[in-house]
């Protein structure tokens, strides 16, 4: 695997892992994302991070995908670049962060912090700055789907004859 970038290493080991389990990645039914986030008892978006943005999830998201693929955790460790077959648990090394300064939200999301609620996770401190910037993505991401589906379920509201003759 690539040393120089183990989300890259690892996005690609996890492709290769579901596509050999019969998970749909590609095409417009493409639902192996969905399937495997349902198993293993995580968000979708999480496991389009992994594989899309190469993110290297929880130490107990990574024994999940161990546990589901029916392979040995240090497998799924040593994918995500966080040990290998020898290493045990207590020898692993941390995975690397970016930084550990925060950086300025505004800088990081488009229009800055946008609410009360985006500020409120930004300001949970005890989180790596990562988790709070995937969070509040999160948020926006579900936010714009609520909107589509509520414009979606606005324009099919059955009608009589009556009101449709008033809406011409």
Request: hydrophobic share 40%; aromatic share 4%; charged share 25%.
């Amino acid at each position: 695997m690539d040393a120089t970038n183990p989300g890259e290493s690892f996005a690609t080991w996890l492709r290769e892992q579901m596509t050999a389990r019969g998970y749909q990645l590609d095409g417009p039914r493409a639902g192996g994302p969905s399937r495997l986030a349902r198993e293993i008892g995580v968000h979708r978006a999480s496991v389009g991070r992994m594989l899309n943005r190469g993110v290297i999830p929880k130490l107990e998201t990574l024994e999940a995908i161990a546990t589901q693929f029916k392979i040995p955790r240090s497998d799924v460790l040593t994918a995500a670049g966080l040990g290998n077959e020898s290493t045990s648990d207590a020898e692993a090394p941390a995975p690397a962060t970016v930084s550990d300064e925060d950086p300025d939200p505004n800088e990081l999301f488009t229009g800055g912090l946008r609410d009360q609620h985006e500020r409120a996770i930004w300001a949970m401190v005890g989180l790596p700055w990562q988790a709070r910037q995937a969070a509040i993505e999160a948020v926006r991401t579900e936010a714009r789907r609520m909107a589509a589906e509520s414009a979606a379920a606005s324009k099919s509201v059955p009608r009589s004859p009556d009101q449709q003759a008033h809406l011409r």
